[in-house]
C-alpha cells in the first residue's frame, strides 16, 4: 500500500490513491469522467499527528478511510463553473495539484483532465496574489499543468478537450491575467489615489495580528489606519499596533458607551465614518473588529485580501464580508420588522453576520450621502419597539451587505459571480468542522503556507 501524509497547518491528510485491476481507460472513457467512477481516496486522520501515531491512529480505526474525490463530480463542478461562473473547485484543484509526484502522475494517466484542469484553475488564483514583479507563481503553475498535458496521448487530450473545458481555461487564465496586467499598470501610475482605509474597533484586544496583515497592502497602497477605542477615552500610550512605517494613524472614540461596550463596531460608529469619507473616499475601507478576529480560516482570508491589494489587484466592484459565518435564518423580530418593512421598504436581509467587511470605494460613491445619513438617524432615534441601541447593532450587523447596495439574499462567497475568483472558497474552515473530515481547508492554508509531505511505501 501506498500513502502519504500532507500538512496543512494544523491538519494531517492520509492519502491512498485507489489502484485498479482493469487495464487503463479507453480514450472515450477519459473524455467522460474516466470510467464515470473514477475516484481519488484519502485516509484522514486528526490534526497535529506525525505519520508514525497516524498509522496507530489508522489501525484503531479512528480515522476517516471513505473520504473520495470522484471524477465525475469534479468534472460537473469544474465544467459548470468555466461555463456559467458556478462555484470554483478550489478545495479540491488544491488537493490534486499538492499531492506528491508519484501520485500526480498516476491520476495523470487515469484521468488526466482533473489534474491539469487543477492546474489552470489554481494559476489563474495565483495571478491576484501575485508579487509586484510579477505573476511568476501564476505562470509556473500554468507552465506545469501544460507540461502535464503534453504528456497525454494527442488523440486522447483531443477527445478530453471535447467533454472538459480545457480550451476555456486556458482562455480564462488570458483574459484574467490582462485585465490584472492593465488594472495594476493604472493604480501604479496613479499611486496617490490608490488608498486603503482601515478601521478596527477596540477595547483592551491585542492588536499584533494587525502589523502583519497592514505590511501586505503597504507594498503597493497608501494606508490609513483608523482605530476607535470602545472602552470610552480615546487612546492614550499611543497607537494601538506597532504600524509599519508608512502607515498614517488616527485614534478616535466611539460612539458606543454604557453597560453593552464590547470591540464591535457599533452602527453609529461605522455610519459616521462613511459619512465622513463618502463624499472623497478611498479606493477601499475594510472595517475591522479585534475581539471577532479569532479563528484562522479568517485571518487567512483577510491575509489573502490584504496581499491582493498590496499587489493592485483587488477588483472587487462593490462588498465583501469579511466573516466565516452567516446569521442564522431565524424568525424576525418584531423590531427587525419595523426597521426593514415600515422604516426602510426593504427585504428581510440575509447574509454574513458581523461588523467585519470590505467595501469599495466606488460602491460609497454611487450611494447617496443622504442615504448613510438617514440610517445614522434611524440607528441614533430607533423604533420605539426596538429596546436598546444594542439591538439595533445586532440587526445592522447582520445586514450591511444590503445597507452598502447589495441584494437582500447575498449569496456565499462560492456562490458570488462578482467576487474575484481567489476569494470564491466554501464557508468555514472546510465544511466539516464537526465530522472525522478535514477539520482546515487545504486551499486557505496552502495560499499562505507551505505544505510539508512525508512519503512512506509498504
Known sequence: MRWHVLTLGPLLLHGLQCIRARPLPSKNELANSCFFTYRVGYIICDSGLGPESAQSEMAAGRCNEDFRMMGSDFQRRIVRHYTSLGPPPLEEAMWLMTAPGNFQLRTLKECPAMQILAYFLLAEVKLFLQEASGPMEATDLLQQGLLQAQQVPVDVFHALS???????ALERFRSTSEQLDTLMQTRKDAASAYSVHV???????????LKDILDLALAGATVTLFSYSTCGQAWTHGPPVSTPQGVTVVSRTSTRNGPDMNSECSAQDVLTHV???ATAAPTF??????????????????AMVFKSLGSRTFNLAGFLPLGMARAAPNAPSACELAVWQKQLRMELPHGYRGTRFVVSGSRLQRIPVDHYRSLLELVRSPPAICSSGSQMDLIISRAWHILFGEDARLPTRADNAELPLFLRFADGPSGFKSTRLPKTSAYLASQLGSLVYTHNNA
Do not use: G, M
Not at 475581539?291 to 483577510?302: G, I, K, P, Q, V
Open 199 to 209: 478601521v478596527v474597533c477596540r477595547c483592551q484586544e491585542n492588536l499584533d495580528w
Open 275 to 277: 459619512i465622513d469619507v
Open 285 to 302: 475601507t475594510a472595517f475591522l473588529s479585534a475581539a471577532d478576529l479569532l479563528d484562522d480560516s479568517e485571518h487567512r482570508l483577510l
Open 162 to 168: 471535447k467533454a472538459w473545458p480545457v480550451d476555456i
